[in-house]
């Protein structure tokens, strides 16, 4: 690229469906995204001055956070355009080239590495669910199964109750490590995949809930109504857990091709 541009990349599609058609959308500088074929894959690119985000002002500019969010929302604003055509392997943030030459480069060396995930992501979307937990309301579950467990005359009620109370409050993080993990073998068993992303500090996201599960579950778009069923099921049957549906997405975290530019 010359005159100081940069290529930056949204997401590669497949060919075989037909030309790409970007609409009225603008990228992240402002620009009019375009497409680069490489044999079967069509890159959907922008080009981008590199005084902003070549190498090092990038890495500059990723510190700030109201840059990051701006740059955030336009990139995913052109991926999730692209997400109705058909299957698409959206790239995470920050995946710039120098030029079309290296672009294309790296697409034919890594061409079965984008048609596996294409096949892969083909029908199917991205969900997240969070789970947040409850302290005092998942300690009142626990105590009332431990005292379901336990014997003892009518005298001894207030202390069976005082000690399965102790109880759960002492292993009220194990439990909603245990809950948290069943929750997420049920949603794997409904999706084609599924991950467990690192859960958010409460000081990061704003909230003071106490979040247990940061999970991605890639979903057959034919099955998202019994996966949503299954995430209220879980919270009805899970006092002290509270379930966050979000979808559908462009599915990042299933694309399975690392960031590589030059």
Not at 89 to 105: I, K, M, N
Not at 163 to 175: C, G, M, N, T
Not at 189 to 200: D, I, K, L, S
Request: proline share 5%.
């Amino acid at each position: 690229m010359t005159d100081g541009l940069g290529i930056w990349l949204y997401a590669v599609t497949s060919t075989e469906d037909g030309p790409v058609v970007l609409g009225d959308i603008t990228g992240v500088a402002g620009e009019a995204p375009r497409t680069v074929a490489a044999d079967a894959l069509t890159a959907v690119v922008g080009s981008v001055p590199l005084e902003v985000f070549g190498d090092l002002p990038l890495h500059r500019n990723l510190e700030d956070l109201d840059w990051l969010a701006a740059t955030a929302r336009a990139h995913d604003a052109v991926v999730s355009a692209l997400v109705p055509r058909g299957p698409v392997v959206p790239l995470r943030l920050a995946t710039v080239f120098l030029d079309d030459d290296r672009l294309v480069g790296m697409l034919d060396d890594r061409r079965e590495d984008f048609r596996s995930a294409l096949v892969l992501v083909t029908g199917r979307t991205e969900w997240g669910v969070k789970v947040y937990c409850d302290r005092a309301t998942l300690t009142d579950a626990v105590t009332e199964a431990n005292i379901a467990n336990t014997g003892g005359g009518k005298g001894t009620a207030y202390l069976r109750r005082r000690r399965a109370q102790l109880s759960a409050q002492e292993s009220v993080e194990r439990d909603a490590a245990a809950r948290a993990g069943e929750i997420h073998q049920r949603l794997v068993g409904r999706a084609a995949a599924g991950r467990c992303q690192p859960v958010t500090e409460p000081a990061l996201n704003g909230r003071r809930d106490w979040m247990v599960l940061n999970g991605t579950y890639l979903v057959d778009d034919v099955r998202t109504d019994d996966f949503a069923a299954t995430v209220e099921e879980l919270e009805k049957d899970l006092p002290g857990m509270r379930l966050e549906l979000t979808g559908p997405w462009p599915p990042y975290s299933f694309a399975g091709v690392d960031r590589e530019s030059s």
